[in-house]
């Protein structure tokens, strides 16, 4: 199968998810230093305990000087219910100390004074923060135009041609964004929820259910993926 240009197999492929889940409609979920935090509790756990391991955090500290100045065990404790949590507590604590020591509190109000570019670098110099981390604070939480590429986003955009195989989950990250349009926050929210929608109930890692596909019209990979 011949696939158009990528952005125009880019967009093609979101209308036709729109129509399958419903457009999903970009809102700002937390401040950024929650959506920090919330991002790393959200690695390698299901969304439902990622909001309550999250929950327990907030309910145990009042703030995150409170939890920047806890033994990690107490953080630990906190969050022991998404798991990891013996990995995930010293890396908070050491971003929250990160930040306190560039503002002198964890805040992060100074992204609103830098570019798209310099936010990213800013958030990427954190301990412990990489490219989709500091992607999905910029999106989520202040409605910036940054693609987060997560496995699931790398492996439709990968399968439906958009991406070369040879392109790496970091490399796609501002390659999807250019593609689909690099000043298009909503846009390029719907790609990222879309696809992760899209990678969780159909098109798996291993056997890709091709037969309820809504993209098998459109995607080179259907059948053989």
Sequence with gaps: MKTPPPAEQLRRAVDLLDDHYGRPVLSPRYPPVDELVFTV????TADVNTERTFASLK???PDWSS??????EQIEDAIA???LAHTKAPRIRKILEAIGERTGAPDLGVLDELNDDEARAYLTGLPGVGPKTAACVLLFSLGRPVMPVDTHVHRVA?????IGAKVTAEQAHPLLTRLAGPDDAPQI???HVDFVRHGRRICHARRPACGECPLAGICPSAGVA
């Design 59 to 61: 309910a145990r500290f």
């Design 189 to 191: 929210y719907a790609v």
């Design 158 to 162: 990968r399968r439906l041609d958009i």
């Design 41 to 44: 509790l959200s690695q390698n």
């Design 67 to 72: 939890a920047r100045d806890a033994p990690v």
């Design 81 to 83: 219910l998404g798991g």
